[in-house]
């Protein structure tokens, strides 16, 4: 008698995609109230910079997970295909937290942030200072302060770039990394250990 379970159909890589999108999103909206919470707490920009710094390697993880759970049949396009949807997902979720965030919690932000900054910019009391401080203003005046769907917009494709990037880079490395069978197993064996327990 077969005792053996039967094999799980693969899911699709837009179920994939979306799975690793929500995980990746709410990253990402951390990300954002901490980079916010940095212009009044100084500390918050050490954990901004970490969390940056750390989102290929979060990343990386998710996609492991899923390209194991393919079995290791997935090709690089496939996996670079599955971090485009996913970071185009999870950079839509951060763009609707920040434009609430923007638009109805803290609607002064935009306008306190540019007046820090040029407040910053003539305290150096240099020629450059002054000038950059200048800038701004004419800036202001001519285009006036960005709104919450500027940068939003702007969000959304840094993210999406950032994540055609890093989604390509942590394919190949994936694929490289796991290209022995041995490997493989082992990855597998460990998993399988940590799920029983």
């Known amino acids: 008698m077969n005792t053996t379970p039967p094999a799980q159909p693969p899911r699709t890589l837009a179920a994939v995609a979306a799975e690793n999108g929500l995980s990746l999103g709410a990253y990402l909206i951390v990300l954002a109230l901490l980079s916010g919470l940095s212009a009044a707490f100084g500390p918050a920009t050490l954990l901004v910079w970490a969390g940056s710094i750390g989102l290929p390697f979060f990343f990386y993880t998710l996609l492991r997970r899923n390209y194991a759970e393919a079995g290791f049949a997935s090709s ?5 295909a599955q ?8 950079a839509m979720l951060q763009a609707v937290a920040v434009y609430c965030a923007l638009r109805f919690i803290a609607p002064d932000f935009i306008s306190s942030q540019v007046d820090t900054a040029i407040a910053a910019f003539e305290s150096t009391g240099t020629p ?3 000038m950059w401080a200048s ?7 001519e ?10 917009a702007n969000l959304i494709v840094f993210n ?11 394919s190949i490395v994936l694929r490289a990394r796991y290209a022995s069978a041995e490997r493989r197993a082992r990855y597998t064996e460990s ?3 940590d799920s029983n327990n």
């Open 160 to 170: 999406i770039f950032c994540g055609a990037v890093i989604g390509l880079v942590d």
């Open 135 to 141: 800038t701004l203003r004419n800036i202001i005046t």
């Open 76 to 80: 690089t396009v496939e996996l670079w």
């Open 83 to 90: 971090s485009l949807m996913s970071f185009f997902l999870a």
């Open 128 to 130: 450059e200072g002054d």
């Open 191 to 193: 998993h399988r250990r």
């Open 143 to 152: 285009t006036g302060l960005p709104t919450p769907v500027d940068v939003t």
